[in-house]
């Protein structure tokens, strides 16, 4: 299949672009390159003739037009965003652009592009979006987002990738462009921006740095590993159903508390400080409107199309430590860009 992946530079589209060109698959990489892409991200890729990079902008109608054109994919995978919840806090203006607009722009120059290639039936435009879109849970472990929930977002990240879900099943209604959505929970894993939770303790703790928590850390997430999700997304792309959306979960909830202090554990063990890093936690004043919890019921994919998660939130945290302490060069590089490591989003 020829794929063309948005946000191909970003932590998920990366992954999704890796395995998509070792599974045999050719794919164009669109991205604007932000503060938040990296070619390095795909660099195991770049010299493969199945893979092409095309930096533009998601609102830039001519610029996407000509990529369409140029490569003729058979299918699109829209994963570009901003996509950082405490920057949406301090500057929502660029989560409405790229969100709202530029996935209504991708949206009209998919639906024209379709139109001119006859219509394939196989096309599918595949909107990749958040379980953020649901609002928040009580803390009940019995009750989790199911594919019905109504949405209810409430920070601006989350209410511009709603809005952007809702523009995807309206060009599918309206002019019957054969879509597929997905909605997953945190991602983790190799190549996460130093910005995110995940990262921001693994550095702050081999720094000697204080471990920041918002608030008490009873916030409950579920957490997935960014290579089940790209394994998900992929699956989704060939075999989902025209039209359905499926969510995408890790089945591995955590309060943020309990996730800290398993990174912190295996961090003592695989790189031992004078002291556990444990004793580095720090509680901050928490995010404004931070939701308590989010769990995703992954059912229909499960059994609709088979998917599961192939690794335990021990087994992933594992993984992703041992990719931190063997790639500093990479997180390093990225440590000076704009806003890393600084507290965003206090309101
Ligand atoms: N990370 C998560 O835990 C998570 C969870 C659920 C859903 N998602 C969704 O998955 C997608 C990817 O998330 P991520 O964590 O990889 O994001 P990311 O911030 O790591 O990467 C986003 C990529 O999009 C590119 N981009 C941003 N604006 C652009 C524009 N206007 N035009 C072209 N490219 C642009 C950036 O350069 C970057 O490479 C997003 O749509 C996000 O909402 C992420």
Redesign the pocket.
């Known amino acids: 299949m020829k794929l063309l992946v ?9 992954a999704v672009i890796r395995r998509a060109i070792r599974a045999g698959h050719s794919v164009v990489n ?9 070619l390095t991200n795909v660099a195991e890729v770049a010299d493969s003739p199945a893979y092409a990079f095309e930096k ?4 830039d109608r001519a610029a996407v037009d000509a990529i369409l054109d140029r490569h003729k994919p058979d299918a699109i995978m ?7 919840v405490d920057r949406s806090i301090d500057g929502p203006a660029a989560f409405m ?3 709202i607009i ?1 996935t209504y722009t991708m949206l009209e120059a998919a639906r024209a592009y379709w139109t001119a290639q006859g219509k394939p039936q196989g096309f599918r435009f595949h909107h ?5 879109v649901f609002g928040s849970l009580p803390a009940d472990p019995g009750v989790k987002f199911t594919e019905d929930t109504p949405y209810d977002p409430r920070s601006p ?1 989350s209410a511009s ?1 709603a809005s952007s879900d809702h523009l995807v099943r309206a060009w599918a209604e309206t002019y019957g462009l054969p879509v597929v959505l997905t ?6 894993g190799p190549y ?2 130093p910005e ?1 939770l995940i990262p921001v303790v693994i550095l702050k703790a081999l720094a000697g740095a204080p471990i920041p928590i918002y608030g008490k850390g009873d916030n409950i997430r579920d957490w ?1 590993f960014v290579e089940d999700h790209a394994d998900a997304l992929l699956l989704v792309v060939q075999k989902g159903a025209l039209g359905r959306s499926y969510n995408i979960g890790g089945e591995n909830e955590a309060t943020n508390l309990e996730l800290v202090q398993k990174i912190c554990a295996i961090l003592d063990e695989k790189r031992p400080g004078n002291a556990p890093y444990s004793g580095q936690i720090t509680f901050v004043a928490d995010r404004p409107g931070h939701d308590q919890r989010y769990a995703i019921d992954p059912t229909r994919i499960r059994e609709e199309l088979g998917w599961r998660p192939s690794v335990t939130l021990d087994e992933g945290l594992e993984k992703t430590i041992d990719w931190y302490l063997a790639h500093e060069d990479w997180w390093r590089a990225l440590q000076d860009r704009d806003g890393v490591g600084q507290r965003l989003g206090t309101g």
Request: with cysteine; aromatic share 10%; charged share 20%.
């Open positions: 948005t946000g191909g530079a970003g932590f998920i589209g990366s669109l991205d604007k390159l932000t503060y938040a892409g990296s533009a902008d998601i609102c829209h994963l570009a965003a901003e996509s950082h652009e790229t969100n530029g990749i979006s958040t379980d953020e990240y990738k909605n997953c929970s945190n991602n983790y996460h921006f995110k997935l």
